[in-house]
């Protein structure tokens, strides 16, 4: 237990916690409740297709991140796509956008389909993290890396009160949902070869991931990202009426092949609504952290940045007594 860093989430954000401290030789534990790690930057297979279902490609304009894509290009596990975004280079993970996330987990002490329960802040400098199954791990420091509502109600459920003005600022945290809906065709798709992004309608977003380089097995396999207000609006319909309400609006892209398959994917938590108002929260009296898009800016390298900077306080912290 001692000089361990417990982080719950295997995002991007505390996957590079986890990488920095690692780097330092620090003791590690990450905690994912889902099958694989990447959180947004995931990657779906539904029958032969295969589809990057949420995020689709990243920015880069934080000149200590630059460093690091360079050195992951230069290792084929990120590339340049198609196209730009508002004047800047667009990059996806390689082979899929899941692809950095697996890189980056490599030799990590990560457990998946870990789901936490309870934690615990002892005055002797110790938390404890109750795991579905009775599992119990020890830390002196404990990293929430999951969206800020889902981290607030396991503090809150178990008791853990925060700062008066921390808390405030963290429960006014909310998020956008996004729907997407992963669509399998029997023939090519109209889509553009750098995936387009839409203004009008029901989408925001569309790609055809054969055309990306990830789906190799079908004709093609379409991502549409249904937009913001809509999403709100239709998150809770069953898949068959959602699809029925919004299949009419995919034909632009369809071109004249048809829909042999197709699923929906519900993201809760896509992007905030609003950020906090810097990189990463770490309080010290308690070694707690906080980290994601929601501190770093609403985009993959917002999660990025938030958690290099969240790993900088506590390698500072390890200079404690």
Not at 211 to 238: C, L, M
Not at 245 to 256: F, N, Q, S, T, V
Not at 258 to 274: C, M, N
Request: aromatic letters at 8%.
């Amino acid at each position: 237990m001692k000089n361990t860093t417990v982080i719950i989430g295997a995002g991007i954000s505390g996957l590079l916690v986890a990488r920095e401290l690692a780097s330092r030789n620090a003791r590690l534990v990450v905690l994912e409740k889902s099958r694989g790690v990447g959180g947004r930057m995931s990657t779906k297979r539904v029958g032969s297709a295969v589809f990057d279902q949420g995020a689709q490609f990243f920015t880069v304009r934080d000149e200590h991140l630059e460093a690091r894509i360079a050195c992951w290009e230069r290792k084929g596990v990120v590339a340049r796509w198609a196209g730009k975004e508002n004047g800047e280079e667009r990059w996806i993970a390689r082979p899929s956008m899941t692809g950095l996330a697996k890189t980056l987990a490599q030799n990590l002490p990560i457990k998946l389909q870990s789901q936490v329960q309870a934690v615990r802040w002892h005055d002797c400098g110790c938390w404890e993290v109750d795991v579905a199954g009775g599992e119990l791990v020890r830390g002196e420091r404990l990293v929430l890396s999951s969206p800020v509502p889902q981290s607030l109600a396991l503090l809150e459920a178990s008791g853990v009160e925060l700062p008066a003005e921390v808390r405030s600022a963290l429960a006014a945290i909310d998020y956008h949902p996004c729907l997407a809906l992963l669509v399998t065709l029997d023939g090519p798709s109209a889509v553009d070869d750098g995936g387009e992004k839409i203004t009008t309608g029901p989408f925001r977003w569309v790609a055809d991931n054969v055309r990306k380089g990830i789906a190799q097995n079908v004709p093609a396999a379409v991502t549409f990202h249904v937009n913001r207000a809509d999403s709100e609006k239709y998150y809770g319909w069953e898949e068959e009426e959602l699809f029925a309400r919004l299949e009419p609006a995919m034909k632009p892209w369809l071109g004249d092949a048809k829909v042999v398959a197709r699923k929906l994917h519900r993201w809760r938590y896509s992007e905030p609504r609003t950020t906090y108002p810097a990189p990463c929260v770490w309080l010290p009296k308690y070694r707690l952290g906080f980290c994601g898009d929601a501190f770093g800016g609403a985009r993959v390298e917002g999660a990025a940045i938030s958690g290099l900077a969240l790993a900088r306080e506590i390698v500072g912290d390890f200079a404690t007594p």
